[in-house]
């Protein structure tokens, strides 16, 4: 059962009386700007609801992860909530918390199981394809606005353990395969693990290379935050090159606004986290609890950027 909510529904849909639920909450990793800013919106929703939850740090480790669901089984807790630092490892963590009776919620990052779940577990996030497809449209418009009848687009892409990566990244060749934008090709893809030094030092090796380039879109925003940086230290004209991301972060917006990166797609951070403990404590409460709840993407561009000033 798929459903397409906002995230002030995800939020109003699960209002009650609480009483302190304990919410095991394991994190890929603490230190990623977008999952801070997530991790952020699940506390305060916690707060609103009057239940606690137990943060974990798993590293970017699948064993760390693996380890702290346990422990949480093992401390009894009422709920599960789970970024997985692997979306292809989750069918064990699955099996962890349906064994011992507890509700787990996966957020963010679909997991590979998502069809089969059990009843008392759920996910909330947005589809990631959606993504792509949105950066790569965009894209093209821009590319055909500047005059180009052929073009070549580099693709640096998240950890490919992660569905995002892989559906952010066919999202974009999916447009790219339409008769409208196939004038653009794909002359380079590779990962730089969401972070930003690495998509700089990929971009700045490229560049090095004498690669030319047209466009560079990124899995996420860290990626081209650093793309744009190598570009500056290059001297590169950025009116003659399209940089994109997603999720919206406060530096990506910055570097719109400064004319460095062209757009990217903003992923509700809060909203997910609210969904996320939303769903973990309406479980736990045995309410009635939808399976699949996905938050929409949306464009960010230099036109609409007041609109997301705040968000992120």
Request: with cysteine; net charge negative; hydrophobic share 45%.
């Amino acid at each position: 059962m798929k459903t397409l909510i906002g995230a002030s529904a995800v939020v109003l849909a699960m209002t009650s009386a609480a009483h302190a639920e304990k919410i095991g909450v394991t994190m890929a990793a603490f230190d990623d700007n977008f999952l801070t800013v997530l991790r952020a919106g699940m506390q305060e929703h916690a707060a609103e609801l009057d239940s606690e939850l137990q943060l974990e740090d798993a590293q970017n480790e699948v064993g760390k992860q693996l380890n702290q669901i346990q422990n949480f089984v093992a401390s009894g807790v009422d709920a599960i909530i789970v970024n997985p630092v692997d979306t292809d490892a989750t069918i064990p963590m699955t099996q962890l918390a349906e064994q011992a009776g507890i509700p787990l919620v996966y957020v963010n990052r679909e997991p590979v199981n998502l069809k089969q779940l059990p009843a008392n577990q759920a996910y909330v996030g947005s589809q990631e394809i959606e993504a792509g497809n949105q950066q790569g449209q965009y894209a093209c418009e821009l590319l055909k606005a500047m005059g180009k009848s052929e073009a070549n687009v580099a693709i640096l892409m998240g950890d490919l353990s992660n569905q995002a990566a892989r559906l952010r990244t066919q999202g974009a060749e999916d447009i790219f395969a339409t008769d409208e934008c196939n004038f653009i090709k794909v002359v380079e893809k590779q990962t730089a693990m969401w972070q930003r030094t690495l998509g700089s030092d990929m971009v700045t090796n490229w560049l090095s290379t004498g690669l030319q380039l047209d466009a560079i879109l990124a899995n996420n925003d860290e990626m081209a935050v650093g793309a744009a940086q190598a570009l500056r230290n290059s001297g590169a004209d950025f009116d003659q090159i399209v940089v994109a991301g997603v999720d919206g972060t406060l530096d990506a917006k910055a570097m719109i606004q400064s004319g460095e990166i062209d757009h990217t797609v903003f992923q509700d951070a809060v909203g997910q986290g609210y969904g996320a403990v939303a769903a973990a404590v309406g479980l736990a409460r045995g309410e009635e609890v939808k399976q699949i709840t996905y938050i929409p993407f949306q464009l960010i561009t230099p036109e609409n950027l007041d609109q997301f000033a705040s968000s992120n």
